[in-house]
């Protein structure tokens, strides 16, 4: 999975593969808080999904700065 800007500048991405890993997994398990779950969602993968395109976000703002 990949975030990018209009102009093709890949600003944050994912592996499918190692988002399934991590959403399957217990959340005291999870080492990184860039995928912390969330508790306004009961769903692992809403969660992290969530975190991953607010983080997309935050690593998007410096290009998108007049």
């Known amino acids: 999975m990949i975030i990018c800007l209009p102009n093709g500048t890949v600003v ?3 592996n499918a593969n190692y988002f399934l890993d991590i959403t399957s997994m217990k ?3 999870v080492e990184s808080s860039i995928f912390s779950f969330s508790s306004n969602f ?3 993968s809403t969660a992290t999904y969530l975190q991953f395109l607010k983080e997309g976000l935050h690593r998007a703002e410096p290009y998108l700065q007049p």
């Open 12 to 14: 944050h991405h994912i």
């Open 27 to 29: 959340p005291e398990d």
């Open 42 to 44: 009961e769903d692992p």
